[in-house]
Nanobody, 120 residues
């Protein structure tokens, strides 16, 4: 089975930075896309950043220019570098790996989540 393990969450002051890591069992190129999602209390889970196998990125509007998704192929790790953090970024952040199937819906794998709390 696929395992995704997030790390790097914690408490940070507004304006500060954090880097989240997602360690993937096996090659990240086994998947069509890697992504970071987040879910705040009372809100739906939303896509924060996505990185496709081909290198295309896209970001949620509120994080564009502040967050950067990247990958380390040698260590099968995906990162989310977060800067200029605000309390609005407080959420549980989840790593996602998506594999497109020839038939049927895509197969999504999820990490356990890591808490990010931004204080004012």
């Amino acid at each position: 089975q696929v395992q995704l393990v997030e790390s790097g969450g914690g408490l940070v002051q507004a304006g500060g930075s954090l880097r989240l890591s997602c360690a993937v069992s096996g090659s990240i190129f086994s998947f069509n896309a890697m992504g970071w999602y987040r879910q705040a209390p009372g809100k739906q889970r939303e896509l924060v950043a996505e990185l496709t196998k081909g290198g295309t990125t896209n970001y949620e509007d509120s994080v564009r220019g502040r967050f950067t998704i990247s990958r380390d192929n040698a260590h099968n790790t995906v990162y989310l570098q977060m800067s200029h953090l605000s309390p609005e970024d407080t959420a549980v952040y989840y790593c996602n790996a998506r594999k497109i199937m020839s038939w049927g819906p895509p197969l999504d794998s999820w990490g356990q989540g890591t808490q990010v709390t931004v204080s004012s």
